[in-house]
Structures are given as structure tokens and as C-alpha cells.
């Protein structure tokens, strides 16, 4: 899971394994499947850190146990980013539940998510979506997938809709477009949205057969995509304008239709969301490519550059102060010039025996990237 910040409060989520945790390689996820359950005793654990020393405010053990699913090699039982409001932070653990403290580590409430098979055992991994007074809550899996929206003061379930999907990793996305509020939901059966109240809107087939990126919205579009590289024939990007209703799928051979301003149908990356940032779109692929599009038009600026020799990417890019910043699994950062033209400035590298796959959270003028070992925190102008 990625750190979050209030304040001068991080919060952040781990599962400590009693017995011998099998070290993860790096580079892709081919031959990763652990579908055994493992049978030792873990303790899921939450933290509150202090911004601007590190040092841990409280600790709270949620669960012991042992697991009730299996999970990828490069997954983990503590994948889910916690989410956080100005009274209580909210941790979700897939299979297991969502954990509610005030911010001085006093428990609000809990509730017990129940565990369901994924893809090849491969685990959870989609967070918490948060929204004034709800919590919203994608569970893709193999036997009951669901969308459910959960009260932020009790826990208590306000609604829950049924979702014809299996297994996905994408966590959902409040679109406020100004003409309504919506939850968007992407899955490799359809994309689909829903009101409020869990009423589908709009729906969108043609993804590809595994989806983990996160949708956003800029300047009146919605922007979403699902690149498996095993997929030959779909790995989309997509941008959406606000008001569809019904199916919007596009036609064979269309890239573009009344709902949908336009499509890359190859263009998509794996695991990092793209980033769209002064008037850019950006995409990093895992394989250690990156692309620029126009994102009013989805015409390409630049077509897959390669960066340096290196592992492959998980975390997603982030972009401040004129550049984007590519994190890869070996903990070494590629600084690249925002604009037209692909040019590398920088290149910062971590502990060499750390491993790098959630994406940094940024906090006024620091930097919190988050390693297998550590959580490091870089402020600007600190010095070298």
C-alpha cells in the first residue's frame, strides 16, 4: 500500500508474517501464483507516523491470524491504500475487513470483509474510494463481486449492488463533472458507472482481461485505461465526456462515438495509472517505456522512448515543478522533462537491497515513497 498524509500525520498498513514470507523477484508477474494459503501466524498492523520526523506516533494490531487467501508473489495482505478525513482514517484489508480510528489511534469501528478466490490466487488489491460521508468499496473477485458504499461515522452497509465481473484490481473513482457525482467503476467485463445510490448509469465494454489502473478526470473528460501485456488486441486508454447513459461501447473499427471523445486501442500500460499533467497525458509501461499523448485528442506527442536499463515499473508516475518522475521496482527514479520531447534529467536511486512498487504520496514539499523495508521521506531543498 501507498502512504497517505493529513497533516503532519502518515498513515500506512502492513501484515507481518510470523513464519518465512518467500522474497519476490522483480520484473514481471509471469509465474508469480502462490495459490497455497499459507498457514502461519500473521498480524495485520496500522501506523500513524510523524511528517516531519518519521518517528511512529502509535501502532495498532487490527487482526493475528492466519490468512484466508492466497496471494501473488508480488502482491501482499496488505495491498489497500487507507484513506483519511479531517475526524477518522479508514484501513481496508481484501478478505478481511475495514478498520476505522480517529487520528489518535483510538478505534471508531470495524467491519469484516469475507474472503473470496481471486484469479489464480493472486490476492486483493484495490482501495477504498471516500466521499463526504460514504465509503466505497470494489470487491472483483471470482465468486461474488459487489459494489458496496459503507457509512463513514458507523461502518454500517448503506447499499450494496451486485457486479457481473470477476476478478479485477482497480479501485474507484468519484467523477464530480458538474453535471452530476458518479462512482466510477472499471472491470475487464465492462467499465461501468453508477449514481450515489448505486443506480447504473453508463456502461463501456472493451478492456482488456485484466484491470488495475485508476480512472481520473481533467478538464471535463474522464480518463481510463487496462493494458495486460498478455493482451494482443486490447490494451485501451479511453476519454469519456460527462452525461452518458446506457451502453457507449464503441462500434468495431470506432475510436470515437457521442460518449466516448476518443480511444487508443493499444496504448494502455499494465500495472501504473497514467498521468496527465500540463496538458499531457502520460503512460509508463512496466517494461520501462514511456508515451505522451494529447489528451484532448489522444493524438500521439511521442510513442514508447525507452528509459535506462532497468527493472520494471509498478508504482505510478507523478509530475511537479516542470517534470515527471518514474519510480521503478529496483528504487531508482527517472526525473523526465515535462513537454513535447522525451529527455531524461535525472536519474535518483534508493538503497540498492530495497524493492519499489507503491506510488510515492507528495505532501506540501516533501516526498513519501514507500519501499519493501522502508518509507523514506525526500523535502525539497534539504540538501544531498
Sequence with gaps: SSPIVWGNRVFVTTVVNSGVTEEAKKGLYFGGERPDIADSLHQWIVYCLDLETGKILWERQVHEGTPTSSSHIKNSLASETPVVDAERVYF?????????????????????????????????????????????????????????????????????????????????YIWESGARTEIVTLGSGKVRAYDLDGKLLWSLAGMSTITIATPYAHDGLLYFSSGYVGDRDARPIYAVRPGATGDISLAEGETSNKWIAWCQPMAAPYNPSTLLYDDRLY?????????????????????????????????????????????????????????????????????????????PAMAGDRLLIRSEARLYCIREGAGS
Design 92 to 172: 481496508f484489508f481484501g478478505n478481511l475487513g475495514v478498520f476505522c480510528f480517529d487520528h489518535e489511534g483510538n478505534p471508531q469501528w470495524d467491519t469484516a470483509v469475507a474472503a473470496h478466490k481471486t484469479r489464480y490466487g493472486w490476492g486483493s488489491a484495490a482501495s477504498l474510494t471516500l466521499h463526504k460521508n460514504r465509503l466505497y468499496l470494489v470487491n472483483d473477485n471470482d465468486e461474488d463481486s459487489y459494489l458496496q458504499a459503507l457509512d463513514t461515522k458507523t461502518g454500517a452497509e448503506v447499499w450494496r449492488v451486485p457486479r457481473d465481473e470477476k476478478s479485477n484490481w482497480s479501485t474507484p
Design 283 to 359: 503512460v509508463l509501461y512496466d517494461r520501462s517505456q514511456v508515451s505522451c499523448f494529447n489528451p484532448k485528442t489522444g493524438e500521439p506527442i511521442y510513442e514508447k522512448e525507452r528509459l535506462p536499463k532497468g527493472a520494471g515499473f509498478t508504482a505510478s508516475p507523478w509530475a511537479y515543478n516542470g517534470m515527471v518522475f518514474c519510480y521503478n521496482e529496483d528504487g531508482v527514479t527517472y526525473v523526465l522533462k515535462a513537454g513535447d520531447t522525451f529527455e531524461v534529467l535525472h536519474t535518483n536511486t534508493l538503497a540498492e537491497d530495497d524493492m519499489g512498487m507503491a506510488t
